[in-house]
């Protein structure tokens, strides 16, 4: 069995003691290819050298993240075009507009995640993209913008079945993580009504920690909870939701 977490952020200082470990733990359940979307300026350097560590494992993304858009935000954009000059990169991420945390900058937001959208095209690269309290706003870029083949992954889907045929409407995928654990969620009748070629897995780490571990810090380990939880939605075998996430994720990003 081979998975694919396409979202995860090893690289943060929640693993700063021991992120070796934690990287091999994954590889040695199944997730032989972890995907690091970026923050921002300050959490590059590490993203680079987990990359480094882990070369056939670990793979960057570069991105401002929306939480990060400040009024700083062109001398970032600056950074993420100068570093995509460099070829390292296999998407770009993490995008998007976040009104959850941030309402103050969202115009900047807009313009960030639409100049981002434009350096994925321009570099032939898919985009990671972070939709928080915002698809209304967010969607329409993503479908002006969704020319020269630009495709992606919707991170963290728990949005309705009417926004997933949105965004399925314009040939993206939904990344799928622990919130389809969790028992309340409503999002497992959701994804139950989504084709299969459109998920991924992610885990969002050390974020949105699936059942059993909730309240945990999350790892890329473990995935396989997630794909397990996917397989009962699906009425398929683990085996089964390793083999089409893994093809669907190989379908977005150059990682083969």
Same mark, same amino acid.
Do not use: W
């Given at each position: 069995?081979?998975?694919v977490?396409?979202?995860?952020?090893?690289?943060?200082e929640?693993?700063d003691?021991d992120?070796k470990?934690?990287?091999?733990?994954a #590889?040695? &359940?199944?997730?032989?290819?972890m995907? @690091?979307?970026?923050?921002?300026s300050? %959490?590059?350097?590490?993203m680079?050298?987990?990359? *480094?560590?882990?070369?056939?494992?670990?793979?960057p993304?570069?991105?401002?993240h929306?939480?990060s858009?400040k009024?700083?935000?062109?001398?970032?954009?600056?950074?993420?075009?100068?570093?995509l000059?460099? =070829?390292?990169? #296999?998407?770009?991420g993490e995008? =998007? #507009?976040? @009104?959850y945390w941030?309402?103050?900058h969202?115009?900047? &937001?807009?313009?960030?995640?639409?100049? &981002?959208?434009?350096?994925?095209?321009?570099?032939?690269?898919?985009?990671?993209i972070h939709?928080?309290? %915002?698809?209304?706003?967010?969607?329409? $870029?993503?479908?002006?913008e969704?020319?020269?083949?630009?495709k992606g992954?919707?991170?963290?889907?728990?949005g309705t079945? %009417?926004e997933?045929? &949105?965004?399925m409407?314009? =040939?993206?995928?939904?990344?799928i993580? =622990?919130?389809?654990?969790?028992?309340?969620?409503?999002l497992a009748?959701?994804v139950?009504?989504?084709?299969?070629?459109?998920?991924?897995l992610?885990?969002?780490?050390p974020?949105?920690?699936?059942?059993?571990f *909730?309240g945990?810090?999350?790892q890329?380990?473990?995935?396989?909870? $997630?794909a397990?939880?996917l397989a009962?939605?699906? %009425?398929?075998?683990i085996?089964? $939701?390793?083999?089409?996430?893994?093809?669907?994720?190989?379908?977005?990003?150059? $990682?083969?």
């Open positions: 069995m081979i998975l977490d396409t979202h995860t952020h090893l690289y943060l929640q693993f003691e992120r470990a934690i990287v091999e733990s #590889i040695a &359940q199944g997730v032989k290819q995907l @690091l979307p970026n923050i921002d300050h %959490s590059l350097e590490d680079k050298k987990l990359h *480094r560590d882990f070369p056939s494992n670990c793979f993304m570069i991105g401002l929306p939480t858009v009024d700083n935000y062109e001398d970032e954009l600056t950074l993420v075009e100068n570093e000059r460099s =070829g390292n990169y #296999i998407a770009v995008i =998007g #507009i976040d @009104l941030d309402k103050e969202a115009e900047q &937001q807009k313009d960030a995640f639409r100049r &981002q959208l434009r350096l994925a095209k321009k570099y032939g690269l898919p985009v990671s939709i928080r309290d %915002s698809f209304d706003m967010a969607y329409p $870029i993503v479908k002006e969704s020319t020269d083949g630009l992954i919707f991170h963290c889907f728990t079945t %009417s997933a045929k &949105q965004i409407d314009i =040939g993206f995928k939904m990344g993580g =622990g919130i389809v654990t969790f028992k309340n969620a409503g009748d959701i139950k009504a989504i084709p299969d070629e459109s998920l991924v992610e885990t969002d780490a974020f949105l920690t699936p059942t059993p *909730r945990k810090r999350n890329s380990a473990y995935l396989k909870y $997630i397990e939880k009962e939605i699906k %009425s398929k075998s085996d089964e $939701i390793a083999e089409i996430t893994t093809n669907n994720a190989k379908d977005v990003f150059p $990682i083969n």
